[in-house]
């Protein structure tokens, strides 16, 4: 049982701490998402586990108590916004990790433009300039309801109300710039070493010239 006070971990580590292919994946959801340490990204993956396990039993039973599980769990993630409506067992399996981690809180409020990075959102929400309707909301993963994600925003009469907001088709058009500058570096650089390749091979030709003369 153990001691009733000592706390216990709600998330399950990887069976093996050296595997390359999660690692690189686990760099990039913590690159993207602005994550604090790998515990956050387990402690979602434990989350999206217990579902997708629920799923798996109830998928081929077919009692009364069963049905009953899979509206309650089809109705809760339904209220997260990670499933439509009327969802089906195989909508559960089909769930990644990204899912779980585009509905915390943290995520929103970058989504949402009220922050210009996924940092930023971090530090908005734990210094507790987030508020979900009247409710000041201080946990970053916090997973948001779909009833809730209109609410989302900053206390009433805060200074950072209106100084935020990302236009997309700026945004779009910045990228594009980017891609166009970084496509015309590549030309550059592979002008530069043909250049460099014809001035070599003109002077591998000298040469024999040069000692011919000599001769």
């Known amino acids: 049982m153990g001691h009733p006070k000592k706390k216990r971990r709600?998330?399950?580590?990887?069976?093996?701490?050296?595997?390359?292919?999660?690692?690189?994946?686990?760099?990039?959801?913590?690159?993207?998402?602005?994550?604090?340490?790998?515990?956050?990204?387990?402690?979602m993956q434990s989350i999206l586990k217990k579902f997708t396990n629920?799923?798996?039993?109830?998928?081929?039973?077919?009692?009364?108590?069963?049905?009953?599980?899979?509206?309650q769990m089809t109705d809760k993630l339904f209220r997260l916004g990670l499933m439509k409506k009327n969802g089906e067992i195989d909508d559960v399996l089909g769930l990644r990790i990204e899912d779980i981690l585009d509905r915390r809180l943290q995520s929103l409020v970058y989504k949402k433009g009220l922050s210009n990075t996924m940092k930023q959102a971090r530090q908005f929400v734990i210094h507790g300039h987030i508020f979900i309707g009247d409710k000041k909301v201080s946990?970053?993963?916090?997973?948001?309801?779909?009833?809730?994600?209109?609410?989302?925003?900053?206390?009433?009469?805060?200074?950072?109300?209106?100084?935020?907001?990302?236009?997309?088709?700026?945004?779009?058009?910045?990228?594009?710039?980017?891609e166009v500058k970084k496509e015309e570096t590549?030309?550059?650089i592979k002008k530069e070493e043909t250049k460099k390749e014809v001035k070599k091979e003109e002077v591998k030709k000298e040469k024999p010239k040069k000692e011919e003369d000599g001769v």
């Open 139 to 178: 946990v970053s993963s916090y997973l948001v309801k779909s009833d809730e994600e209109d609410k989302i925003g900053f206390k009433e009469g805060s200074k950072l109300t209106g100084k935020f907001g990302r236009n997309e088709e700026e945004e779009n058009k910045k990228t594009k710039k980017k």
């Open 186 to 188: 590549k030309k550059e």
């Open 10 to 43: 709600k998330y399950s580590v990887p069976k093996h701490p050296w595997q390359s292919g999660r690692l690189e994946k686990e760099k990039g959801i913590l690159e993207n998402y602005s994550l604090k340490n790998k515990k956050e990204i387990w402690k």
């Open 54 to 71: 629920q799923a798996k039993r109830l998928a081929n039973t077919k009692t009364a108590q069963a049905k009953k599980e899979k509206e």
